[in-house]
């Protein structure tokens, strides 16, 4: 193999208040042609920022302090920006974790697709539409003549990140950034997606630099792994002796399941009045109905999680309990009593009751509101507090997250963790006194040891506030911490519901056992032999459905 990447020293400081801090603290890094290098660490470790640095880019506030990044001979840090113009998109690629705020929502995923190749010289508009379809049917997008032509916000997050992956492999870069690409993925699409970046890695012969928080997944990408803390490197090893045999305690602790499990609630008594009740919706995006029949309670102090692939009817359920969507036939109720349909004809009162927590923090929250400002907001238009009083109820609010009020009240949210800033989407749910919340894949971002203290936090303002909730999530391991009940969705209906104990012991639905199966193991060998098992020949084929 010939050396494409080698990082030597690597120093990178963060600007605070005019002085500049340690982020990274001397990093060394190889990567040859061909290679796949997985990052892993918790949130602040430092993945991303060394991602980029292997572009030899920082974001704004951000410098290389000391060391060298050589990418095939060119010294990146010294380059001119002329010269990592030219590299940018041609030679060297990078995949964002979230691909719905990545791409222009006003143009067309083939117009944004062409644009690389055509200004780098690599090939005309007309090759290049022709060499994304290509593309698009590599990576088993449906429809791949036609999708290109369709906006972002037409295609879902599997097939949009997919989308990416293509574009990023437009002009076939010698390396390519991964960062975190499944992260916000169902199990089943994760899969796909998986399989097809492997597939298009091996067929090329590029490298590639995969961050991730997910070890499973890094387990199937990876030849090597780095493992990071808080700017340092502790230990790199090949994939299977990573796996096998971890030298380091902090890696050992990675390596660990995660321990958190919320006591199993007692079932409710028989004629105990749900504290919201789903009875037989069905609604539509225009003409076409994508909830069918769809019917679940949830009894106060209990946890539902609502499980099934992209596209399955989740978030639109969850839609029409808020009443963002008026379900065109069934009805949602509020402790026995029947809500309005449209949320502008519920009260106040009503509104307040049913809270929301977004999957995406980083898009969530206002980037020019300060923390005070986004809890306050709801604190005065539910609870009608001015003032002193607001501020008083705001820290209160501050302090049951977690968070030292004096430390972040004045802070905007680009000062913020992906953590901290989830804990700041929960006490503005928390602002408006619910007694209900609905928790949108709100781990699905964030690293193992920072989703947990979520779920903890989660759990004890349950217990402490008598919460109810209804938490979405691909992520079965969350189930399994979390969740009292499980209904299993697909293509818009139920397949499946009953307590958790029940839900995860034999025999499933056909469908939960797919999706069962499809949650990554810690073992290489798991993806490929898993489509071997589901009758794919060609890694590429990705996870069919059989179901």
Known sequence: MSRLLTIKGLKI???????????????????NKGEVLGLIGESGAGKSTIGLAAMGYTRDGVRISDGTVEFDGIDLVNASAATKRSLFGKRIAYVAQSAAASFNPAHKLIDQHTEAPVQHGVSNRSASVEDGIELYRKLRLPNPDEIGFRYPHQVSGGQLQRAMTAMA???????IIFDEPTTALDVTTQIEVLAAIREIVEE??????????????????????????????????????????????????????REFQRPQQPPPPDDAVPVVSVRNITAAYGTTDVLHDVSFDIHAGRTVAVVGESGSGKSTTARCITGLLPPRMGEIA?????????????????????????????????????????????VQFYGGLRGAKKRERVNELLDQIELEPSQYYNRLPSELSGGQKQRIGIARALAAEPKFIICDEVTSALDQLVAEGILRLLADLQDTLGLSYMFITHDLATVKSIADEVVVMKDGKVVEQGPKTEMFTPPHHAY?????????????DWLTDLLKERGVENIGDAAVDKM
């Open 512 to 524: 939960t056992d797919l999706l069962l199966s499809s949650v990554p193991e810690m073992d290489p």
């Open 13 to 31: 400081e963060g600007r605070s208040d005019e002085t500049w801090n340690p982020i990274i603290n001397g990093v060394d890094l190889e990567l």
């Open 334 to 378: 509020f402790d026995g009593e029947v809500l309005p349909a449209d949320y502008r004809k519920r009260t106040k009162d009503q509104l307040r009751q049913a809270q929301m927590i977004y999957q995406m923090a980083d898009t969530a929250l206002n980037p020019r509101k300060t923390i005070g400002e986004i809890i306050g907001r709801p």
């Open 169 to 175: 492999m437009s002009c076939r870069p010698d390396l």
């Open 204 to 257: 090329f012969d590029t490298a590639a630099i995969y961050i991730t928080h997910d070890l499973a997944v890094v387990a199937q990408m990876a030849d090597k792994i780095k493992v990071l803390l808080r700017g340092d490197e502790v230990e790199e090893a090949d994939t299977r002796t990573m796996l096998s045999a971890p030298k380091e305690d902090y890696t050992k602790s990675l390596w660990a399941v």
